[in-house]
């Protein structure tokens, strides 16, 4: 799924008679959305009322009506890694549900791009939407597995320092330098969420069938970052949440070689509601938190 330029957004938003498309000429590709949210949505973002109860124990059965707040500030939704397959699909997503005044859409192609390997991108881009009002969702939708001069590895006789190293500047270092600029912006008071999109073969403990070394090594080092930033936000923004998601296995370029028989792949639409219903359930006790798609914990 692309989507990057503001030609291929004005396209989308042609179907959506309520959502007006802002004409920003040197800004990131934006959607102005309704003040209201739509009551028969499928998928809130204003923080339904009903918590997770126990630390790092959501149980996500059902989804919440979005509620609709009323402070001063704009609400500001970002997706990082919005030309991406689940990325994109947030994007829409999000849009769809009118629950933020501003969805920004940052890739390699927006305006401003970001780059994981240019952390200068990075800050540029969390500054100008910081601009637009109050942070109060954040998701890094950007990752890496393969391309074509890296594949996952079989066997350690694959190990490749190169591979390695991409994997850790894509998965960890970049979403790290994210986090570094992200989390200070969240307002210091009311739900806000960072999450960022780990995957459950990062889970050390849940490890069983090996392989994949550099994608695996390098999304645990993602939640361990994850982890830690989650305790210093709690000292400065006690109602902010920072997790990683697993998104379950999802239909786009990055799944699309390992595509096996018998696995159940999600479409991106239908992850993407996963992944914002658990959003929507998480109260401030699941800072910290690695979660999959149905809301259960994944083992560190
Ligand atoms: N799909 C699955 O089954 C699955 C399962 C578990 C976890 N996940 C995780 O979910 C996340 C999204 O995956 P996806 O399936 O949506 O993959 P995808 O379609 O390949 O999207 C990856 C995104 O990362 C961006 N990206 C890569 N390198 C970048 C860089 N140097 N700078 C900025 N952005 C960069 C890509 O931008 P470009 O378009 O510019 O390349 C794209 O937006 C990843 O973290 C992945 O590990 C996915």
Known sequence: MALGGESRIAA???NRPRVVLSNVPAGPA???VGFWADAE????FIWSKESVTERCHSDVATVAKPEVGSGPAARVAVIFGASGGIGGALVEAIQTAESFEHVVAFSRSS???IDLLDETSL????AYAATLGELRLVIDATGFLHDDRHRPEKTWRQLDADSLARSFALNAIGPALIM???LPRLPQSGKAVFATLSARVGSIGDNRLGGWYSYRASKAALNQLVRTAAVELARRSPDAICIALHPGTVATALSAPFAA???KVHSPATAAQHLLAVIDRLSADANGCFFDWRGQPVPW
């Open 41 to 44: 949505a499928s998928v809130g």
């Open 12 to 14: 989308r938003c042609a």
């Open 30 to 32: 934006i959607y102005r």
């Open 180 to 182: 570094k600029h992200v």
């Open 123 to 126: 800050e540029r881009a969390t």
């Open 111 to 113: 305006s401003p791009s």
């Open 261 to 263: 028989e018998g696995l």
